[in-house]
């Protein structure tokens, strides 16, 4: 079965810090999700990416799908407190939706 | 819309308990599915649901009952409970059309003692 590897398990950055999260998977990516959770609640859908190099941007977050269709990244550039919280990724496995265990962002102001 | 509900938001069992988690969804999705989320292990899927009348199993099905016998439902049965049971559990549904995100419920936090 497909298994996906986030890195890092967590972080903290300073507001205005730029970072990177991974999420790598065992299998050909297929469809790669990449949601947020804020402490408590349920998941906020980012965004998207379906094609090998495919590369997506909302605000100042921006995921990319790499070549070989096994790894994305989401990239958030100058990182504010409402940015906190756990970040997922998600693929398609056949009827399934498989998940990462999380990154856990901490921004300190 | 409503969007995904799930209810209740917070529930106590002991265990051997036996109780049903609800999620209803007004969207009209096919797929809905059911996940529980522990600390470290991300979201894990316990059963799944790709229109009414059919359910399959996820990873991790064992102690978990589900039916489908409408779109927008699809509860969840616990029926003994037991403390490795708790944990925060999510529904959430899709037209699944490999265009469409999941949609989530905002979760119920279960603890068995």
């Known amino acids: 079965s497909q298994e996906l590897e986030q890195s890092p398990q967590s972080l903290i950055v300073q507001e205005g810090k730029n970072l990177t999260i991974n999420c790598t998977s065992s299998?050909?990516?297929?469809?790669l999700y990449w949601y947020k959770q804020k402490y408590g609640e349920g998941l906020i859908f980012l965004m998207m990416?379906?094609?090998?190099?495919e590369e997506k941007s909302h605000e100042k977050i921006t995921a990319k799908l790499d070549e070989k269709k096994q790894q994305s990244s989401l990239h958030i550039t100058a990182s504010q407190p409402s940015h906190a919280g756990i970040y997922l990724c998600g693929a398609d496995n056949g009827n399934k939706l498989v998940f990462g265990a999380g990154t856990i962002l901490r921004v300190k102001s | 819309n409503a969007g995904v509900t799930q209810t209740p938001k917070f529930q106590v069992l002991k265990t051997g308990q036996s109780m049903t988690l609800q999620c209803a969804q007004d969207?009209?999705?096919?797929?809905m599915s059911w996940y529980r989320q522990d600390p470290g292990m991300g979201l894990r899927l316990i059963h799944y649901s790709v229109g009414a009348g059919i359910t399959d199993q996820g990873e991790v099905p064992n102690g978990y009952n589900v039916s489908r016998s409408t779109t927008e439902d699809f509860p969840l049965r616990l029926l003994s409970a037991a403390p490795s049971q708790t944990s925060v559990y999510f529904c959430?549904?899709?037209?699944?059309?490999?265009?469409?995100?999941?949609?989530f419920g905002n979760g119920t936090r279960l603890t068995v003692t």
């Open positions: 299998k050909t990516l297929y469809g």
């Open positions: 969207m009209n999705h096919e797929y």
């Open positions: 990416l379906q094609k090998g190099g």
């Open positions: 959430a549904s899709t037209q699944w059309d490999r265009n469409s995100p999941l949609h």
